[in-house]
């Protein structure tokens, strides 16, 4: 596992990670396609387009736009910050913006493509992000 700086700023991407509401945006997707006659979309190509969204007053992911910005406004250094997410979307902001990147493994994305897309770390639940966290020197 690589080392990660005492994170002082951990920023969470919210859906596939805090939340996880991958089904009933698939079920919308497919009820919308329905209602335009378009035809079947598999569920996994939604799935993998989730978290590719734009922000509301910048550039979406993967652009940095968002991190630098909670940067900015807590005045916190990027070797001090760390983000935990569940896409490859995720990652690449993270790396972009120069933080450290946690992924968690029971979101969109699998573990070993984020693992492949820069995660420091993979884990596979909250006790075990926590712990991740705690060891490299993070205490809520």
């Known amino acids: 596992m690589s080392v990660l700086p005492r994170p002082r700023l951990v920023l969470f991407d919210f859906d596939g990670t805090l939340v996880d509401s991958q089904h009933s945006i698939v079920q919308a997707f497919a009820a919308a396609c329905r209602d335009h006659a378009i035809d079947d979309v598999d569920p996994t190509a ?8 734009t922000a509301d007053d910048g550039p979406g992911k993967p652009d940095p736009f968002m991190v630098l910005s909670a940067l900015d406004e807590t005045g916190i250094d990027a070797a001090d910050a760390v983000m935990i997410g569940d896409t490859v979307f995720d990652m690449a902001m993270a790396a972009s913006a120069g933080i450290s990147a946690i992924g968690v493994g029971w979101g969109y994305h699998p573990p070993e493509e984020l693992a492949k897309a820069g995660a420091l770390a993979v884990v596979d639940g909250f006790d075990a992000l926590l712990e991740t966290l705690k060891q490299r020197g993070f205490h809520a």
């Open 46 to 53: 939604i799935r993998r387009s989730i978290g590719l969204r």
